[in-house]
């Protein structure tokens, strides 16, 4: 027997209507190429959003079809996602940092028929377009007076589209399960692969990622998610802070300066923020070196990698609070959250930094658990590691065009291709890719936590640990550093030396070695297949 | 083209699964009628749970079969709800202030097959077994040792019946739209009417209750409902609390007692309470009484009625926020919200005391319109009033088992029966019941506010406007007054003089009259319909 409840669907267009009925004013401000400081409210951003979406009606597009985007973080963007959505296309937002064999082969699979190009990226689209002929027309983000010559075919300027279509549009009446977005994660093999977001996972994902225990995001904070609307929908932010009213402070391409970061900050009143250690180490440097403070930021999240405690310590004695997240492309991406009020305040300072390191606590709606080799399901004892698996309502089911080959090895469970252990708190730690996990005579050593540890050493600008074969042992870890601007003198004996009390004595790694610089993946990580081929040769 | 995302339902049994893994430990304390302080943690409460659902296994029930609860807020009634619910049957909770042929009513129209019963009602139960002859069995929530003796048929003591039962069960899976709980609505005329919830509807109303700005409920606290458990499901406590991890205070039958309020509040260190303004008026009165404070109450959320300034006024005196919200059982029941962050410091203290009483912005899910006699919308301008709907996927789109008869008026939106403005911020506010409106020469009157005016003075204890005939102008308002013990002088004219620059003149009541005592419905408002039989032979 069925409630007596009304059959609403869980629609993005809800949040639209929610924030110009009730919030309308709320501002958001840009980066762009064309105006440092872009600034308009809610009401103005999906006014616009709907003459896109008429622009768009007479393009001949077949509901389900997909549209990219190619760009920064900013309003147009931000326009573009909305008006793709709600009108029953699938938005589908391409990471400008993958290298062009990439780029080419997610445009061709995902049938792309019409991208949104911001300026910076428009080399990289003309490079693409002779390979990607079915693409029907290029759109770039931005006016009249910043158009530049190009050799784009059917291509169009942003801003005069726009200038005589209609802002009444009637959103289509959508299934809630029907595709909303998608997102393609280059693993660090093989091509990249289509996560396909509906309408429902990205509302339910978005009213867990407001509530208080995850991010805490109310109508008083100023966001500024410094993760890029191209990278899992920007963690949510572009649909949770206009359902919240929170002015949302979209950075465009200044992500990794931190004197840039840091004049937004103080002169929007940012409260929040989010984004990758290394957005934190640059923000914290130039706050360093210049002397400046961020009075109003109160918190920040971190994810996309384990942060250094040394970054959560600093945000410390800045008065900032700051809190590590963790999620993935396949899980829209919100898994964990570390919510602050989970340190007891019995802990001693150690046991409360490795607390805080920690990925945190399954969301409401996320099941996690951790399985041997063998699919048997292990403890949470915070002692086991295991292959870390997730299940949930917006966690994916397969890839898009790979359904039946990309099923789950486990039915119903994603693999996410972390070990971690979970500790009886609930509190999930990622030890390390399952292909990058070092097997030391049968036992398994962690590569994060002796990175981690590294780290921690004030000479030590980027360290990375790899497993090499060892004729005793199987693998045994090889320690690679990147020394620190003017450290040259730090050598391999007092690296290991440091880490004698912060790792068990057979995690030890058995040799060092320095290099000038790690190889890093499109997406900011260390890229250790790179390195297990630099080093391929290594013997113990 | 539908997304690639898990399906996976939103059903209660998540609450359940949630709380036991992330925060089991967490407190429910009860004050139940054989323990005044029954304390243990949801590890137990869903372990019990698990036990009812083994018992209730043998029952023979089929899924969507009711089965009824009669009782106050605590423990025991936490576990039927979980059990009942998430075995696949339907909570009906009931309102055991309501008059036994309402009653008797209720439970065979629902059909109910067992009822669970709480020791103070008994006697209620004695009298309905034989005017309810489909119910095959009757539990009293009590421990053997409380047991009393009782004619009542097929009867069960709680304690003993879970005593033997595995706590091991295996939850069926449920399709999200099935039925969950069902609570009926009394009107002033006719027959209550049946509200059937669903697990989705729950898990959404759920999810927004907790947002920053609306509930804001996070694992950091102590959670007093002083709504009861047949109320509405408590506004959702029941749910939202183990969801977020907090620690829940169920006063029992303590629900109107400010000496045990106080008690409760201060021994558990509650932080946030919830109730109706008859509730505050009562703790209000003790503390001034006692000279008693509550420091450890950081808000309150008040709802029900409209609630008089002087109650928030006393509010910020002790030092506690507070909150206006709006809901109804057939919206499960929140509608709006009046989030303290929506005050503009610019307003003045009379602007924003006006501000603060409305009932609030819509959350996100709610959709409200206001339409004129013609059914036309109303501008939101803070000025309009017209009838108040709603719709939402929490909202009911018929009744139980009236499913033709009480389809909506208009289709897609619930008619709320109230009258209401809408100001151009989004915050709603109840102007008056659409039964109880008062048409002057053709414009309408709102009894709420006449009556809030007279309420701010300090020797009317009670007030109710009501519509009478009048040859001139149709209907034109009469006060109903019940002074302040000790306040015999009070007269009409004093009173009409202290409303003069407070309401528009034309609204002035043509007439006061004085007495001892208001009606009150079941749920504790002013019986309007009553008043308007006493008073039908009065003229002006």
Known sequence: MNGL????????????????????????????????????????????SRQLANVMAGWGLQQGDRVATLGWSDHRHLEAYYAICTSGYVCHTINPRLFLPQLEFIINHAEDQWVFVDRDFLPLAEALAPLCPEVRGWVVMTSADFMPETSLPDVYCYEPLLADASDSFRYPQLDENSACSLCYTSGTTGNPKGVLYSHRSTILHTLVSMLPNVMNLGGHEVVLPIVPMFHVNAWGFPYSSPLAGAKLVLPGSKMGDGRELTGLINSEGVTLSAGVPTV?????????????????????????????????????????????????????????????????????????????????????????????????????????????????????????????????????????????????????????????????????????????????????????????????????????????????????????????????????????????????????????????????????
Chains 1, 2 share one sequence.
């Open 5 to 48: 409840m009304m059959d609403q669907p869980l629609l993005v267009k809800s949040i639209v209507e929610h924030a110009q009925l009730i919030h309308p004013d709320v501002e958001v401000v840009s980066v762009t190429a064309d105006n440092p400081r872009h600034r308009y409210t809610y009401r103005e951003a999906f006014r616009r």
């Open 280 to 540: 934190w180490l640059a923000l914290q440097a130039h706050l360093r070196a210049s002397g400046e403070s961020v009075p109003s930021l109160k918190r920040i999240l971190t994810g996309g990698s384990a942060p250094p405690l040394a970054i959560l310590e600093e945000f410390d004695r800045l008065g900032v609070e700051s809190q590590v997240a963790w999620g993935m492309t396949e899980m829209s991406p919100l898994g964990t959250a570390n919510a602050p009020t989970l340190l007891s305040p019995e802990q001693t300072t150690e046991a409360a930094s490795k607390t805080r390191l920690k990925a945190g606590r399954q969301v409401f709606g996320v099941e996690l658990k951790i399985t041997g080799d063998d699919g048997e399901e292990l403890p949470w004892d915070g002692e086991a590691f295991g292959n870390l698996k997730a299940r949930g309502p917006w966690v994916c089911s397969s890839y898009f065009r790979l359904e039946e080959s990309s099923a789950h090895a486990e039915p119903g469970w994603l693999d996410t291709g972390d070990i971690a252990t979970i500790d009886p708190d609930g509190l999930m730690a990622i030890t390390d890719r399952s292909k990058d996990v070092i097997k030391s005579g049968g036992e398994w050593i962690s590569s994060i936590d002796v990175e981690n540890a590294v780290l921690s050493h004030p000479k030590v600008a980027e360290a990375a640990v790899i497993g090499r074969p060892h004729p005793r042992w199987g693998e045994r870890p090889l320690l690679i550093v990147v020394r620190d601007r003017g450290a040259e003198e730090l050598g391999a004996d007092e690296v290991l030396d440091f880490l004698r009390d912060k790792v068990a004595k057979w995690w030890l790694p058995d040799a060092v070695e320095f290099v000038d610089e790690l190889p890093h993946t499109a997406t900011g990580k260390i890229h250790k297949v790179g390195l297990r081929e630099t080093f391929a040769e290594f013997e113990f």
